[in-house]
């Protein structure tokens, strides 16, 4: 081939005539944006979902149980992972010769929907009644479940689209009641209390998500609880008696406000303590901490510089009984002292070494009185008020 010298260089085609390839009606370029919509439209005209029930029927079932969005606001980039995954595995097990259905779903109760309904319409009781409120959120749920399911669609997932399951359905509730029924005929139902994160205002029981922390200075507070059998505790400590000294064991807390549910002080059983004598009392507390200080008036020697006037293991001090300072209501004479149990998570890194237990409050109090059989004091009323009641 010769190239016409006279004429000026090309833009760079001047090569394209000379290729030949076969003709073609397939597009240069994918043209996305308008193409998937087609295409998605197109599955849905044709009934591609149920084309491929009816071919996978006979097959081995696998059934992926879509845990449900919740029905407010638009998806973000987390339902997006989350379903496009999970249409990825229910298509894999259909191509390995499974019938793989999939019926997506919608959580439709909670706080974040009542909420949006109280901006627009106030608390119950303003505009609405009960079953007026009741009727909104359902309304706001249904509009939810529209945007997302067509933007899910969007994604090219595959499902039963046109017959989701809502936990606001009717049928969806008699269902859940039917199982609790056949559970509690089988005896797998214990009726019992434990911690939750609750809201005073709504009167509810709240998830951990929908928790909002804010940076809170509480104060710390130190407590003595007197021991009721110092006789105990000098025949653990090898000793004939203890001089008529009281004896305490030193607790110290950032949440004064759970000493009202005080059962038991908890104590690590290799830990090293010590008994130290201040004034006319006897402390124990773990000697690693004996840098606290004795008194609160300055210039005052630390319980290391008086010194120990006997070391011992954690595990001498189970069993121990205690006298509570505080208590709101009289308690009779086997209810009112309380128990030094072990405790492997106790640490010496700060406080006494001694850990005040309230199982009545915050999961890992509840987890260890539930081991060692703990009573839950619980003198807190719904509202957040203190109460003389709910005593054990």
């Known amino acids: 081939m010769t190239a016409d010298s006279s004429k000026p260089a090309s833009d760079g085609n001047r090569y394209k005539a000379t290729i030949h390839l076969p003709a073609t009606d397939f597009p240069m370029r994918g043209d996305l944006p308008k193409r998937e919509p087609d295409t998605l439209a197109r599955w849905e005209g044709e009934g591609l979902y149920s084309q491929i029930r009816a071919h996978a029927a006979g097959r081995p079932t696998f059934v992926l149980h879509d845990g449900p969005p919740y029905a407010n606001g638009a998806i973000h980039l987390g339902h997006a992972v989350n379903k496009v995954l999970k249409d990825a595995v229910v298509k894999s097990r259909l191509l390995a010769g499974f019938d793989a259905p999939y019926v997506p779903g919608w959580d439709c109760h909670g706080l974040p929907i009542e909420l949006v309904v109280e901006k627009k319409f106030g608390k119950v009781g303003d505009k609405l009644d009960a079953a007026g409120f009741r009727a ?23 499902g039963d689209w046109e017959h989701p399951y809502r936990t606001m359905d009717h049928s969806y509730e008699a269902g859940m009641l039917r199982a609790l029924a056949k559970i509690i005929e089988r005896g797998h139902l214990a009726r019992g209390v434990k911690p939750v994160h609750w809201c ?25 609880y007197l021991a009721r059998q110092p006789q105990a505790l000098a025949s653990a400590f090898g000793v004939a008696v203890l001089d008529g000294a009281e004896v305490a064991v030193p607790i110290w807390t950032t949440t004064p406000w759970t000493l009202l549910s005080n059962v038991a002080v908890a104590v690590h059983p290799e830990l090293e303590y010590g008994e130290y004598r201040v004034g006319d009392r006897r ?20 319980f290391s510089e008086l010194g120990a006037e006997r070391t011992f293991k954690g595990s001498e001090l189970i069993g121990l009984r205690y006298r509570r300072p505080l208590e709101v209501v009289p308690l009779p004479e086997d209810r009112a002292s309380r128990l030094v149990v ?25 987890e260890a009185g539930i081991e060692h059989g703990l009573a839950l004091v619980r003198p807190v009323a719904p509202d957040g008020t203190f109460t003389g009641t709910n005593w054990p």
């Not at 402390?283 to 630390?302: D, E, H, R, Y």
């Not at 072990?342 to 509840?366: I, K, R």
Request: hydrophobic fraction near 40%; proline fraction near 5%.
């Open 200 to 224: 005073f205002d709504c009167g509810s029981a709240l998830a951990e998500a929908e928790i909002e922390y804010a940076d809170k200075q509480s104060p710390a507070i130190d407590v003595a």
């Open 283 to 302: 402390l124990i507390l773990a000697t690693s901490q004996a840098k606290l200080p004795s008194s609160s008036k300055p210039g005052a020697p630390s």
């Open 342 to 366: 072990a405790g492997d998570f106790v640490t010496a890194d700060d406080g006494s070494g001694l850990v005040h237990m309230a199982p009545a409050f915050g999961a890992d109090d509840y």
């Open 136 to 158: 909104k959120c359902r309304e706001y749920a249904d509009a939810q479940i529209d945007i997302q399911r067509r933007d899910f669609k969007r994604l090219g997932v595959i």
